[in-house]
C-alpha cells in the first residue's frame, strides 16, 4: 500500500470569541492540515495547531517542513507507519506542530487502510469520557456568561485561564465558584505566576472555601524548583504543561518531584511520543490530562480516540470545538454536554477534510 500523493494546506476559521489566555490570544483559528493519499484510494488526514504565542512555532515554517516532508512520503509504503513516523521525527525537531500532523495523517491512513478505528492502536476498548470547558481571559461580565452558559449546558469542570491581573482573577474564581455550585474548578496561569504569589493566591481562595482540583502550570516553564515548592505546599494537584514537552521533560519532572500531574497534547511531542509520557507518567503515580492547543475537530477527534483508547486519564481538557464556528467544529463524536464516545468509529479517525 503505497502512498502517492500528498497535499499540504492553512486552513482558516473563526472563533467564537477570542481564545485568550495570559501569554496571549488567538483571534482565529489558523492551522496546517496535511492529507495523504494510497494508490488504493484510501486517505489519510492530520492536523497541526500552530499556537506561536505558546510554542513559538509559525504557520509558514510548519507550512514549508510539511510540503518538505510529503514529497518524502510519496513512495513509501504505509505498512512500515511506525518506521516512517520514526525516521521523521528528527525532522521535525523544533516544530511539533508538523510532527503531530505527520504522524496523525499517517496513523489515520495506516488505520483506513486496515479498516479499523484509530483508538485500536491505543488499548482494547474505547472508553467514554467528558471535558472540562475553559474560561478564558477577560472580563468578569465574560466570565459570568461563559460559567451560566456551560453549567446550564451541562458541564461540571471549569478551567479558568489566569495570570494576567491577580484581582481580577480572584474575581472570575469566585464568580465560577459561585454561578456553578456543584462543578469542579481547574486553575491555568499559563506560567504567569511565581510560587510565593501562588501560594497566596490559593490560600485567599482557601479563605473564601474554594479549593481548586487542579493547578496548571503557574510559573515559567524553567522553574522546576517553584513547581516542586507548589507541589509540597500547595495542598493540590500540580500539572506540567509548558514544563513538559517531551519523555525527557516529563523524566526531569518526576525526577525533582517538581509535579503531580502532566498535561499531555500532540502538538507538544507529537502522537507516539505522548503514548510514551502517558505510560512512562503512569508507571510512577503521576496524574494525566489530555489537552490541546487551538484544534479544529479533525485533531480533537483524533485525541478523543487516543484517550479512549489509553483509558483512565484523570482530567480532560479537549473543548477547543466549542469555541470555533462552522465547519471545522463538528465531529460526531463530542455531544453538547462535552462528552466523547469514538465508539461506533470504524475506520481511523473518521473524519474527511476537503482539501
Ligand atoms: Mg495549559
Given at each position: 500500500?503505497?502512498?502517492?500523493?500528498?497535499?499540504?494546506?492553512?486552513?482558516?476559521?473563526?472563533?467564537?470569541?477570542?481564545?485568550?489566555?495570559?501569554?496571549?490570544?488567538?483571534?482565529?483559528?489558523?492551522?496546517?492540515?496535511?492529507?495523504?493519499?494510497?494508490?488504493?484510494?484510501?486517505?489519510?488526514?492530520?492536523?497541526?495547531?500552530?499556537?506561536?504565542?505558546?510554542?513559538?512555532?509559525?504557520?509558514?515554517?510548519?507550512?514549508?517542513?510539511?510540503?518538505?516532508?510529503s514529497r518524502?512520503?510519496?513512495?513509501?509504503?504505509?505498512?512500515?507507519?511506525?518506521?516512517?513516523?520514526?525516521?521523521?521525527?528528527?525532522?521535525?525537531?523544533?516544530?511539533?506542530?508538523?510532527?503531530?500532523?505527520?504522524?496523525?495523517?499517517?496513523?489515520?491512513?495506516?488505520?483506513?487502510?486496515?479498516k479499523m478505528?484509530?483508538?485500536k492502536l491505543?488499548?482494547?476498548?474505547?472508553?467514554?469520557?467528558?471535558?472540562?470547558?475553559?474560561?478564558?481571559?477577560?472580563?468578569?461580565?465574560?466570565?459570568?456568561?461563559?460559567?451560566?452558559?456551560?453549567?446550564?449546558?451541562?458541564?461540571?469542570?471549569?478551567?479558568?485561564?489566569?495570570?494576567?491581573?491577580?484581582?481580577?482573577?480572584?474575581?472570575?474564581?469566585?464568580?465560577?465558584?459561585?454561578?456553578?455550585?456543584?462543578?469542579?474548578?481547574?486553575?491555568?496561569?499559563?506560567?504567569?505566576?511565581?510560587?510565593?504569589?501562588?501560594?497566596?493566591?490559593?490560600?485567599?481562595?482557601?479563605?473564601?472555601?474554594?479549593?481548586?482540583?487542579?493547578?496548571?502550570?503557574?510559573?515559567?516553564?524553567?522553574?522546576?524548583?517553584?513547581?516542586?515548592?507548589?507541589?509540597?505546599?500547595?495542598?493540590?494537584?500540580?500539572?506540567?504543561?509548558?514544563?513538559?514537552?517531551?519523555?525527557?521533560?516529563?523524566?526531569?519532572?518526576?525526577?525533582?518531584?517538581?509535579?503531580?500531574?502532566?498535561?499531555?497534547?500532540?502538538?507538544?511531542?507529537?502522537?507516539?511520543?505522548?503514548?510514551?509520557?502517558?505510560?512512562?507518567?503512569?508507571?510512577?503515580?503521576?496524574?494525566?490530562?489530555?489537552?490541546?492547543?487551538?484544534?479544529?475537530?479533525?485533531?480533537?477527534?483524533?485525541?478523543?480516540?487516543?484517550?479512549?483508547?489509553?483509558?483512565?486519564?484523570?482530567?480532560?481538557?479537549?473543548?477547543?470545538?466549542?469555541?470555533?464556528?462552522?465547519?471545522?467544529?463538528?465531529?460526531?463524536?463530542?455531544?453538547?454536554?462535552?462528552?466523547?464516545?469514538?465508539?461506533?468509529?470504524?475506520?481511523?479517525?473518521?473524519?474527511?477534510?476537503?482539501?
Amino acid at each position: 500500500m503505497i502512498i502517492t500523493k500528498a497535499d499540504v494546506k492553512v486552513v482558516k476559521a473563526p472563533l467564537v470569541s477570542p481564545f485568550r489566555i495570559s501569554s496571549g490570544q488567538h483571534d482565529e483559528l489558523q492551522n496546517v492540515f496535511l492529507r495523504i493519499k494510497l494508490c488504493s484510494g484510501v486517505e489519510g488526514f492530520g492536523e497541526a495547531a500552530v499556537a506561536t504565542h505558546i510554542t513559538g512555532e509559525t504557520v509558514p515554517v510548519t507550512l514549508l517542513n510539511l510540503k518538505e516532508a510529503s514529497r518524502a512520503l510519496k513512495g513509501r509504503d504505509i505498512s512500515d507507519y511506525r518506521v516512517i513516523c520514526q525516521e521523521f521525527r528528527s525532522f521535525f525537531k523544533n516544530n511539533h506542530a508538523a510532527l503531530a500532523a505527520f504522524e496523525m495523517a499517517v496513523l489515520d491512513a495506516w488505520c483506513r487502510s486496515q479498516k479499523m478505528p484509530l483508538w485500536k492502536l491505543f488499548g482494547k476498548r474505547a472508553q467514554r469520557f467528558s471535558t472540562d470547558i475553559t474560561i478564558v481571559i477577560g472580563t468578569l461580565k465574560e466570565a459570568e456568561e461563559g460559567v451560566r452558559d456551560f453549567y446550564k449546558r451541562g458541564f461540571r469542570v471549569f478551567k479558568i485561564k489566569i495570570g494576567r491581573d491577580e484581582g481580577e482573577d480572584l474575581l472570575r474564581v469566585k464568580a465560577v465558584a459561585r454561578l456553578a455550585p456543584r462543578a469542579k474548578i481547574i486553575l491555568d496561569a499559563n506560567q504567569a505566576y511565581d510560587s510565593r504569589r501562588m501560594l497566596e493566591f490559593l490560600s485567599m481562595l482557601r479563605s473564601v472555601h474554594i479549593v481548586p482540583q487542579l493547578l496548571e502550570q503557574p510559573v515559567p516553564r524553567d522553574d522546576w524548583e517553584g513547581l516542586a515548592e507548589l507541589t509540597r505546599e500547595s495542598g493540590i494537584l500540580v500539572c506540567a504543561d509548558e514544563s513538559v514537552k517531551s519523555l525527557e521533560d516529563a523524566r526531569k519532572a518526576v525526577g525533582l518531584q517538581a509535579v503531580s500531574a502532566i498535561n499531555i497534547k500532540f502538538m507538544k511531542s507529537g502522537i507516539l511520543e505522548a503514548e510514551e509520557i502517558v505510560r512512562f507518567a503512569r508507571s510512577h503515580g503521576i496524574k494525566l490530562m489530555m489537552g490541546a492547543m487551538m484544534e479544529s475537530a479533525l485533531s480533537i477527534t483524533a485525541a478523543a480516540h487516543f484517550t479512549a483508547g489509553l483509558g483512565d486519564f484523570d482530567f480532560v481538557d479537549l473543548d477547543t470545538t466549542f469555541f470555533i464556528k462552522g465547519p471545522f467544529s463538528r465531529t460526531p463524536v463530542i455531544d453538547k454536554r462535552g462528552y466523547f464516545d469514538v465508539s461506533k468509529e470504524t475506520s481511523g479517525i473518521g473524519l474527511k477534510i476537503k482539501m
